[in-house]
């Protein structure tokens, strides 16, 4: 089931929401969930909007979300740009290196196939077509508050995949 | 300057409410058009599609398709649209289905 968890903000219930969703992060991931960007061929006013979610105002830290260089330490693939051939490779290996599970969120109108529709030789025509992307976070760029709402939303399909451990024996039936 | 600099200066705090609380500068974001169903005729609505460089808008019948995932807010079509028209104001626009970004909107206008 998918949830919008953010209600929009003239919806008086937004607080108890919000305290829910910190709740959420941080006992699924003890308030640090690592976040990697790869860029694909973007214009950079994605990545300039991205950055800008680290700034004191957002200070995206607060919400127990972070910004790692490294693709084995990261739990959400946040990608920009249409997709272009030559990061194709880049950006499944990427994909691929990350452990489970993981969330695929596509920003921003190219990588949504909003500019480039069709595939060429250039570009893939967004990255939908290159990883199973899981969050879709529309505009031309999207404000650093539809980014949060969009991690948010992440948060929620993240929660999804977790499965309880099991113990298991190579060979052993279920008594 | 930004009003958020100085309502922190003077609380002390820079740092937005949201999701905690509503973003009051979220009002001054570019968000993708609302139409009104009953003001779109279909000239209208040509002339809409016609006007949207991210081709945004597409005419199928008696509906305006608005795809939220091509539109880039450049607000183009509102003068355009007049009173037709105005910014909808919604930015948490998140979705995990592409198909959820798309909008039809029924042209209900009658033409004079």
Do not use: N
Not at chain 1, 71 to 87: E, I, N, Q, S
Not at chain 1, 164 to 169: G, M
Not at chain 2, 3 to 28: K, M, Q
Request: aromatic share 4%; with cysteine.
């Amino acid at each position: 089931m998918t949830r919008l968890l953010t209600p929009s903000p003239s919806d008086p219930a937004v607080a108890p929401t919000a305290d829910q969703l910190r709740a959420q992060v941080g006992r699924l991931f003890g308030r640090s969930l690592y976040i990697r960007t790869v860029d694909t061929g973007s214009c950079a006013a994605c990545e300039s909007e991205i950055r800008l979610l680290a700034a004191p105002h957002y200070d995206l830290h607060r919400l127990g979300f972070f910004f790692t260089p490294a693709p084995r330490h990261a739990d959400l693939l946040m990608v920009t740009g249409p997709g272009t051939t030559g990061m194709a490779h880049a950006l499944r290996a990427t994909h691929a290196a990350m452990p489970d599970p993981k969330v695929v969120v596509a920003v921003g109108a190219c990588a949504l196939g909003g500019v480039y529709r069709q595939a060429d030789d250039l570009t893939h025509g967004g990255v939908t077509g290159l990883l199973p992307v899981d969050v879709l976070i529309p505009g031309c760029p999207p404000s650093p508050l539809a980014l949060l709402q969009g991690l948010l939303v992440a948060v929620g399909r993240l929660a999804e995949r977790i499965e309880p451990a099991r113990f298991r024996i190579e060979g052993a039936e279920a008594p | 300057m930004a009003r958020w600099f100085l309502r922190g200066l003077r609380r002390g705090v820079v740092t937005t409410r949201y999701p905690h609380r509503p973003d009051p500068e979220a009002a001054r974001v570019p968000t993708p058009p609302a139409f009104d169903p009953a003001r779109l005729t279909g000239a209208l609505a040509d002339q809409l599609v016609a006007v949207c460089p991210s081709g945004a808008l597409e005419r199928r019948g008696d509906t305006l398709v608005l795809d939220v995932g091509a539109c880039t807010a450049c607000q183009r079509c509102l003068p355009v649209a007049g009173a037709a028209g105005r910014p909808s104001g919604v930015f948490e626009c998140a979705a995990t289905d592409r198909d959820r970004l798309r909008v039809a909107i029924p042209i209900r206008g009658q033409h004079r």
